[in-house]
Nanobody, 124 residues
Framework: QVQLVESGGGLVQAGGSLRLSCAAS????????LGWFRQAPGKEREFVAA???????YYADSVKGRFTISRDNSKNTVYLLMNSLKAEDTAVYYC??????????????????WGKGTLVTVSS
């Protein structure tokens, strides 16, 4: 059974930083991309960042230069380091897997599994 478990969310002041983690289990994730998406209250889920098995990363314009995605293939874990957080970054953050490139994940291509999410709240 495939499971994705996010952690690291919480309350932070604007300008602060958080690092999210997502541990994947239940199968080998060779050739899969891992990514982060978020959903703010009253809004649709949106792409944040993704990274391929070979560590090619792709970001949404809204987070480029502030967020960094990385993965540890030996641990089947993907991370999202979020710096210079803004109130508009407040959302539930979900990780997901896809049989696609990192750029393809931005279009939701090949999505197969999702985690349950972790809440990030940025106070202004």
């Amino acid at each position: 059974q495939v499971q994705l478990v996010e952690s690291g969310g919480g309350l932070v002041q604007a300008g602060g930083s958080l690092r999210l983690s997502c541990a994947a289990s239940g199968r080998t994730f060779t050739s899969y991309s891992l990514g982060w998406f978020r959903q703010a209250p009253g809004k649709e889920r949106e792409f944040v960042a993704a990274i391929s098995w070979s560590h090619n990363a792709y970001y949404a314009d809204s987070v480029k230069g502030r967020f960094t995605i990385s993965r540890d293939n030996s641990k089947n874990t993907v991370y999202l380091l979020m710096n210079s957080l803004k109130a508009e970054d407040t959302a539930v953050y979900y990780c997901g897997t896809a049989v696609a490139t990192a750029q393809g994940m931005a279009q939701y291509y090949g999505m197969d599994y999702w985690g349950k999410g972790t809440l990030v709240t940025v106070s202004s």
